[in-house]
């Protein structure tokens, strides 16, 4: 891992680095945004206030230099006046405790009595109704103006100033949400990458995961799986040898096997039947070997690996019949070849082997007088190949596991490994093809497909 980064001379970023700067960043920029909307915000709050409090103070004025008889006490500002006022303040000229001058909103009596300093502020409660009030008196301490607002003027502001705010500060907020989202999405997207390149892993590709362009927080994980994928793919290539080795290795001594069979039974004709039993289970256990050699050359095998080329099916189909027609002529079966499908693009070797043993595995299982066919035709844009025979056939619940290796349905007599149609599996896999399993001819017996893709 070290050595791989040190040649692409490139340091491994860091995701937790990369990811606090571009959250910080993106913070840091909306931040600044929701502090412009607040200051506009603010701002406008602000002139509304200033500008009440002017307009305040010029009707205070009006109300102090007038005759209080006809304007300046007891009068009351229309309705447009009192509308949407943010600064609304009263004033009380107090002398010897008692108001002799008002604004027409002020109480009768002195916001507060008995103030102790000659000027200041003071909270105080007339009526039901809560009062912040300044006290100003003269030098004489005779005369005092107070000027009192009611505290929920205040809090009116400032609902007045949420009521402005809290929508463009939502609408900061869900904006920095989905800033946030689509950076740890980007930065996020090399760890989607190597989670599908890990779920992609097949038995047949325990590939190394690429580690350029991992962050620095993944890279011990990424280190541990390849090591993990590379004993893996030693201990399978490893299994694969000694099969393949083991199974090569059978097949001469038990050649020679069958051969020292066949001299003794020539030598001993009275134990013919022990020799005979003798010699097809010989036969059995080098069908096995051969199956194992089939399979330990196809599972290292790839998909690009294949030798794919135009595959003539007739006189395939045609050179497999005749090598079974001795034995089906003897059994009483019919083997027929059906469809007008003429070439396919597959292996030949391996596309022999799967009509091979699917033929096998018809006669093997059909009774004597059954019928075997075989079609190959095209289906849409693609092409299917099926084997059909009217045998006994095999429940649904087994179907399922038919290519499953060394699964064998119950109650068969006949003797098999259990390997030839876990072969057509690992055959069809390599070329891409979907194999199934259905009734046979007439809805008895089984029916095995190939469904190829476009040739």
Known sequence: MANETVKEGRAPWSLRRRLLGAIVAASTALWLVSLGIVTVIAWQETNGVFDDAL???????????????????????????????????????????????????????????????????????????????????????????????????????????????????????????????????????????????????TPGDLAQVDTAGQPREVLPIVAALNGVLGRLDVALQSERRFTADAAHELRTPLAGLHMHVQLLQRQHPDLAEPFRKLRADIARVTALVDSLLTLA???????????????????????????????????????????????????????????????????????????????????????????????????????????ERFFRVLGTAQPGSGLGLSIVRRIADLHGYQLGFGPGLDGRGLAVSLDMERT
Request: charged share 30%; glycine share 8%.
């Open 55 to 201: 307009e305040e103070s010029g009707y205070m004025i009006m109300a102090a230099t007038t005759d209080w008889n006809e304007r300046g006490l007891l009068h009351e500002r229309g309705a447009d006046g009192a509308h949407g006022r943010k600064v609304d303040m009263q004033y009380q000229i107090v002398a010897a405790g008692r108001v002799i001058q008002r604004t027409g909103d002020a109480p009768a009596r002195p916001f507060v009595s008995n103030f102790d300093d000659d000027d200041g502020f003071a909270e105080a409660l007339v009526g039901d109704k809560r009062w912040r009030v300044f006290v100003v008196r003269d030098a004489a301490r005779d005369v005092e103006v107070q000027v009192g607002q009611r505290t929920r003027q205040r809090y009116e502001i400032l609902e007045e100033l949420a009521e402005s705010l809290w929508l463009p500060v939502l609408g900061v907020l869900l904006l920095l949400g989905l800033v946030c989202w689509l950076i740890t999405g980007r930065i996020l997207r090399p760890l989607r990458a190597t989670a599908a390149s890990i779920a992609a892993k």
């Open 297 to 403: 050359r196809l599972d290292p095998l790839a998909h690009e690996q294949l030798v794919r080329q135009e595959v003539a099916l007739q006189p395939l189909a045609e050179r497999l019949l005749a090598t079974h027609a001795q034995e089906a002529a003897r059994r009483g079966i019919a083997m027929t070849l059906q469809g007008g499908l003429e070439t396919v693009q597959a292996d030949p070797q391996l596309l022999e082997i799967v009509l091979r043993n699917l033929l096998d595995n018809a006669l093997r299982y059909c009774p004597d007088g059954s019928r075997i066919e075989i079609e190959a035709r095209r289906v849409g844009t693609g092409a299917r190949i099926v084997v059909r025979d009217d045998g006994p056939g095999v429940d649904e619940a087994s179907r399922r596991r038919l290519s």
